[in-house]
């Protein structure tokens, strides 16, 4: 609801969150300079145009033009370097016969729940930890922050290592200190596989998650804490709710972004399982890799990444809302 | 009421404590043992004498990455790539960003919409049709064609990233350039950017970064050992099933560094960049 303000037609005031209001100064409004003529305006229309170029021809031809013709693709048996034929939703409708599939879907769902779980509530205590008064806490939260910075393949790669049969930190660490006496296949192991590729989804992908929270917790008003106190509230009831609603916000939209990222990262899968074993830790952006380059089937491996698109969709509306309006604060 | 909560702080105090050294534990063993394997010799790396430090620290897994796979053309590839990209997107994205946050023009709305969908589609839904778009264009094993992929992640983010950040630059100081004679891009260069350095900062550290990172799309587009860039090269360390970690490891620490470097440089700017803005504070 916006009620542009009386005296003054470029601010607005709209109602905010639980009553509150707020006023902003309205984004329609003329960026330079009062009213002008038309043809000043259609000048700037050209301008804009003109500048925009570049960036509209990246978002048509790199990210439009590849999506639609990713739908288009999934209805053809397209292969790898012959034409493909239209063939309906005759792909879609192998994938629901087929088991592999259905596997990788509950897979997906899984890795995808648990992994953004796991990261949140890492992130979240070590956002709390970080906040705490103490000594050298930039150099703290600069190396938790680390994993972060580290591209993703390596990352992979190294815990590859760490998880190694024979001669992994693990499996060493353990017989070394008489834990275990046999060695663990971590990552071949039916029961250990997908708990293994989580582990290590959750340690690149947690300081993301520290760094927003801690932003979010340093945005607090130390005021709000003293009142609290004031009246008597303890720590805990502090935290549930002076910090928790202050954080709803970023935990919304860190969670969103987090699970777009995480479900359709196929890095970890690829370089520590490649989905095994007996496509144990199969998820669906592998299996359309290894789907269209493995297998060189181009409209079956379209297909199987669009049939996750649609709950990425409803994420995607509902992140583009928020940033949107967070752009316009 | 209040001495319970200064005492429960403490413990509270002594719990983060704790918590702290594991999670540093936790955060910090995997580049421990990177590096302790790119210092070790074959000896103590496998079989039953592997060691957990190296006993006889060596560089000889350095001399062998150097001496005998294509590292260095690996690491040409990727700083090609990666600053080749950075340029591009600072220079669309300053110009975008510029016509989105000062200009006025029918359809503005829905470009800026338009823009947060596109940096949210991800690359695992692209990676299909892009390989075909790159065929037909004959793009394939090429570096622009790998510079052009990255740019449908990097020229969103940083055109929406910097249109924020102008938006906030004070209308004032760009009228009263324009009013002294000052071209629309005048303004953009002397003012505005000029006022801008940490957002430029932070796309800087985005486009390299992402674009030295990536793997999909360079696993996808690139099959020649010419273009390779070092995420690629990496992942082929492995031959027939057989890893040679010590030159690996030796890899990983190297190709680590320049986006390590980088997050320490801006980390002061970057989590302000984090989600695109939407994290206000």
Redesign the interface.
Known sequence: MLVRRPDNPRVAISAGPRGAFREDVLV?A????RPRPSAV?RQ??W???G??T???L??L???????F??IY?SLQDKMVGAPGRFVGVANYLDLLRDEVFLRTAWNSVLYTAVAVGLKFV?GL??A??LD?P?RLNNV?R??????????????A??????F?D??G?LN??LI?FHVTSDIVSWLSDPRLAMACVIAVVV?SGTP?YS??F???L??IPKELYEAA?ID?A???QQFFFVTIPRLKT?FL??VM?ST??TA????FVL?LTKGGPASRTEI??HL??TT??GARR?GM??AI??VF?PV?VV??VL??R???R??D? | ??R??SG??RI??WI??G??VV??V??????Y??IA?SLKADRE???FE???YPHRPTLAAYGRLFGTTPFMKYVRNSTIIAIGNTV?SL???C??A?????????G?AL????????Y??????????????MSVLRLIDTHQGLI??Y??FS??FS??LL??YFRSVP?EL??AA?VDGCS?LGSLVRVILPMSLPALAVVTFFSF?QS??E??YAN?FVNSVEVRT??MG??LFVVEDV?F?GP??AA?FL??LP??V???IF?RWV??G????????
């Open positions: 329609e003329p960026a330079v300079g305006r700037e229309s301008l804009a145009w500048l925009l570049p960036t509209l990246v978002i031809f790199l990210v439009a033009y590849p999506f013709s990713a693709l890492l205590t070590m709390l930890i705490q103490r703290f600069t190396l938790l922050f680390v994993p972060w910075a580290v591209p993703v393949v390596i990352v790669l190294n815990w590859r290592w760490i190694d024979l001669s930190f060493n660490f070394t340690w993301f760094m927003t801690l932003a979010g340093q945005a106190e008597g303890s720590t805990l970023i939209t860190t972004l777009i990222w359709t990262n196929l890095q370089i669906f952006p359309a890799y269209a380059l181009l491996g379209a990444s669009l698109f990425l994420l995607i992140l583009t928020r940033m949107l967070s752009a604060e | 009421m209040v319970t909560t429960s702080r509270l105090k983060g404590n918590l702290l999670l540093l936790w955060t910090l063993l995997p580049f043992w990177m394997t790396i496998y079989g592997a060691t957990l591009l220079a669309f994205g110009l975008g510029y016509a989105l946050a000062r200009l006025r023009f029918p503005r470009i800026a919409r338009g823009l947060v969908v596109t949210l589609v991800p690359p695992a839904l692209l990676f299909i049709p892009l390989f075909a778009v052009l992929a740019l449908s020229v969103p055109t929406w249109m924020g209308l760009e009228e324009l629309r970064t030295w990172n793997f999909l996808v070092i995420t990496l992942s890893f970690w690996m490891m990983s190709s680590t986006p390590l980088m997050y320490l980390q989590v302000k984090l989600t695109l803005g939407a994290v206000k504070g």
